[in-house]
């Protein structure tokens, strides 16, 4: 009973020294503009802020406003004066609580609990151990600022990829065993979420073996086996926003081919479009044109970001337009990324259900900062 008692009158000895106050307008993620004039924060707290130089962190001030104005403005909050000596000019390090039928919550380490800023410690602090606890929490949940899309501290602003890529073709008619394999890169910004871009490009090795002619006005048929080599530039533009994103841009493909190379295939150039709807930070689904290399051009998926792993699972399905023999396929995709805290880790399973074909793919990836 002793043990019970104690934690319940230090915690009433603190809200009676508490002063009650209003807010009247939210400055920043952490700086609030009181009735009486006098600007507060909450102690112990760093937040991103508006006038962050990485948009990313302007983003994630912007959704910490949000939430300050739904739960500070018009109610009544207990301030406890953490010290006489401020941070910056006639602006007080506070503690905040706001007293609820069952709980009396401290704003300062539900800020961290939801990621909205860094715990920063100082010497002889009483309740140390709880916003420890918090910021821990925040952490193993990748909420805020401790999710990769911010990465607190990392200074990378882009991620580099490469990635080895092979395809069997599991069909024995004709004699005909075809395989690919190739090497692709990819550069992507990681920081900036509502305005990005993405590089992609690599080459595609093939070995074509059958039947054929290059010159049919003759109609004679000769074996062939040969490699053909496709190059392609992928260049799109990234809009994100809560619930809804897009993705915009132009593909470049060239094929030189070991079998007819007198006739070589000229420079294909086609657009480059996605949408995303749902929860893009949780689970949306994506419609695509030309998502991926891989993929055939129409592709139609859902995107599984899952709260407590740093990963991306994209799960889906593509097809191609029957009146084009070449991509008159369907096809089923499995592509995920791990986030570690050095590098990425990259791995892509695609089966073509006409052809039989199988492709896998492997890459990694590093953060850089430019």
Not at 311 to 338: C, D, H, R
């Amino acid at each position: 009973m002793r043990t019970f008692f104690f934690p319940l009158i230090f915690l009433l000895s603190t809200l009676t020294l508490a002063e009650e106050v209003r807010i009247e307008k939210i400055l920043d993620a952490n700086l609030f503009l009181l009735e009486n004039g006098h600007k507060i924060k909450l102690a112990f707290v760093e937040t991103p802020s508006l006038d962050s130089a990485d948009s990313s962190f302007n983003d994630l001030a912007k959704r910490i406003i949000k939430y300050a104005r739904n739960n500070f403005l018009g109610v009544p909050l207990l301030m406890e004066i953490v010290s006489d000596t401020t941070l910056a000019k006639d602006v007080l390090p506070v503690r905040l609580y706001r007293k609820f039928p069952l709980e009396t919550l401290c704003y300062n380490i539900v800020y961290l609990e939801r990621g909205f800023g860094k715990y920063l410690p100082v010497a002889k602090q009483k309740d140390a151990e709880d916003f420890i606890k918090a910021e821990r929490k925040a952490k193993n949940e990748l909420r805020g600022i401790w999710n990769d899309r911010y990465r607190v501290g990392s200074g990378a602003n882009f991620s580099s990829q490469v990635s080895f890529y092979a395809e069997y073709l599991n069909n024995n008619e004709n004699d005909k065993q075809d395989y690919y394999y190739g090497l692709s890169f990819t550069f992507i910004n990681m920081n900036l979420r509502n305005n990005g871009f993405e590089i992609r490009g690599g080459v595609l090795s093939r070995r074509e073996k059958g039947v054929g002619c290059c010159d049919c006005s003759e109609f004679v048929l000769t074996p062939y086996d040969h490699t053909s080599m496709k190059n392609f530039i992928i260049l799109a533009g990234l809009l994100n926003w809560d619930y809804f994103g897009f993705r915009i841009g132009l593909s470049f493909f060239h094929t030189t081919r070991g079998y007819c190379s007198e006739n070589p295939f000229p420079v294909l150039v086609l657009p480059v479009f996605g949408i995303k709807l749902g929860r893009l930070d949780r689970l949306y689904f994506n419609f695509d044109f030309l998502r991926d290399e891989l993929l055939l051009p129409y592709s139609l998926g859902i995107t599984w970001l899952p709260r407590h792993l740093p990963m991306e699972i994209w799960s889906g399905v593509s097809m191609g337009p029957k009146e084009n023999e070449a991509f008159s396929n369907q096809a089923y995709g499995l592509m995920f990324t791990y986030k570690f805290k050095r590098f990425r880790l990259h791995g892509d399973a695609v089966y073509y259900f006409r052809n039989k074909h199988y492709a896998l793919r492997i890459g990694f990836g590093l953060p850089l900062s430019i």
